[in-house]
T-cell receptor, first 111, second 113 residues
Framework: EAGVAQSPRYKIIEKRQSVAFWCNPI?????LYWYQQILGQGPKLLIQ????????DSQLPKDRFSAERLKGVDSTLKIQPAKLEDSAVYLC?????????FGQGTRLTVV | GQQLNQSPQSMFIQEGEDVSMNCTSS?????WLWYKQDPGEGPVLLIA?????ELTSNGRLTAQFGITRKDSFLNISASIPSDVGIYFC?????????????FGTGTLLAVQP
């Protein structure tokens, strides 16, 4: 069974630029999560989808972050414009019921 | 947003020693999960716990779901160098959202051969 796929693995951008991350969850997993992990901290939930609907986006900075999950499969997370404090690893996870499985993450550096 | 408190924050042990770490919350969770994260990788699921008081093992790892549903414990017996990494607890079912997953602050484990 293929795992959660994320791309790109690494991205370096200048502040005020925009960036997008892509996630392909495990086939059949209805729930998809995006997390932000700042160095030395635990993952922080940004947004949770159930199929193509948003379950929770209370921690998503909506003035600059957006996410979509068209057709309830792949998902894209966008940051526009990026700030220095957005430097972090962005993790995507998916689950069928309770156990969530993670991708390798995208490491974003904003300079 | 809520985050679970893990302790200790870090541990430096000798190969062969046993390790214990715990996770506490002010809120009740329905499920507790334990993950391990290696540098540059995403978290990998180690153990899942579904019922208060449940004790579950996975090889040298044993985890328990606290009776109060507000805490969980992870033990690693006879540690080996490949146990090095950051261990995270995660609670699910907070606030009535059945599968919202909240992570702990992490425990860094270093094992000296």
């Amino acid at each position: 069974e293929a795992g959660v796929a994320q791309s790109p693995r690494y991205k370096i951008i200048e502040k005020r630029q925009s960036v997008a991350f892509w996630c392909n969850p495990i086939s059949g997993h209805a729930t998809l999560y995006w997390y932000q992990q700042i160095l030395g901290q635990g993952p922080k939930l940004l947004i949770q989808f159930q199929n193509n609907g948003v379950v929770d986006d209370s921690q998503l900075p909506k003035d600059r972050f957006s996410a979509e999950r068209l057709k309830g499969v792949d998902s894209t997370l966008k940051i526009q414009p990026a700030k220095l404090e957005d430097s972090a690893v962005y993790l995507c996870a998916s689950s069928l019921n309770t156990e969530a499985f993670f991708g390798q993450g995208t490491r974003l550096t904003v300079v | 947003g809520q985050q679970l408190n893990q302790s200790p924050q870090s541990m430096f042990i000798q190969e062969g020693e046993d390790v214990s770490m715990n996770c506490t919350s002010s809120s009740i969770f329905n499920t507790w999960l334990w993950y391990k994260q290696d540098p540059g990788e995403g978290p990998v699921l180690l153990i899942a716990l579904y019922k208060a008081g449940e004790l579950t093992s996975n090889g040298r790892l044993t985890a328990q779901f606290g009776i109060t549903r507000k805490d969980s414990f992870l033990n690693i017996s006879a540690s080996i160098p490949s146990d090095v990494g950051i261990y995270f607890c995660a609670g699910q079912g907070y606030g009535g959202a059945t599968n919202k997953l909240i992570f702990g602050t992490g425990t860094l484990l270093a094992v000296q051969p």
